[in-house]
């Protein structure tokens, strides 16, 4: 195996930029352009980062987890597990920690701002575990645009693949409208090929069904979706997985602000659910009680 200073300084002197275009603001996709053969087996984080992992309902402790994390996934490039967990940890910042703060006023700006830098690293993350499947990574290397090479990603790559997605997303959203339009046909291209893939998982699906709760917030809040539908799917995201918060905190914010009654329901029951009904994700679902009581407050 070569040694992991070996394929840090590889990386590093390697970087290679390709600019992606859009009609709106454009961002950068950063990949290496030498190989690093991706691990079989998922990383052995240092005792500290695990802590202070496990504790990312606290904004300090993600902070400081996503700074280690990073000099770790720089120092041992070929854990495609770290690359996600530093596109899921910086995008639980923009989405839950920073959204916290958000009031409405002229200091949102700021907030804003730094959210847009978070998503932003989100996706770079994901875009490098991505570049971990050789032939992805090779035809980026050509010129390929990212949306035009998803063909070549296999399941396993399809962490990667989601989350950059929903960070892209979120980051585009709050960059302005113009890139937000100019993005929409990476979205829905990554989202398929996300349904393509999840076909060959035990469950047949992703991530509490990710991509039917796609399919419900494109419909909830593109000005052409159909309210009713997006409605319908969201219903059914919650009966397949009733205890999992963000697809009620989601479907409440983006389409229940106009009936009070169902609006309360579903943020009451989020608040007096359990987190710890899904251990894997309890951090995320402590945030996003705080994000319900947030919405009730503001009510």
Known sequence: MIQTNRWSNLLI?????LSVVACGKSRQVKISGEAVERSKTAAKLPADIEKLWKNRQNEADLRQALVLLEKFANENPQYTDVKVMLCTGNYLM????????????DSDAAVKEESVKFYDAA??????????NPAFRKKLTEGVEPEKALDT???????SLYWRYASLGKWSRLVGFTTLLANRSKFSAMVNRVKEL???LPSKEYFYS???RYEATSNALSPTGDKKLGAKLFEEAIKKHPNYFAVRVLYSE???KGDETKFQNQLNFVLKGNPKSLPEIEPEQIVEQRKAKKLLDEL
């Open 94 to 105: 923009g989405d839950g920690h920073l959204w916290l703060k958000l009031t409405g006023e």
């Open 198 to 200: 999840e076909k060959q």
């Open 210 to 212: 990710a991509t039917l």
């Open 153 to 159: 990603l296999t399941v396993d790559d399809i962490d």
């Open 123 to 132: 996706v770079n993350w994901c875009e490098a575990g991505l570049a971990m």
């Open 254 to 256: 983006s389409l229940l």
């Open 13 to 17: 002197a390697s970087l290679l930029v």
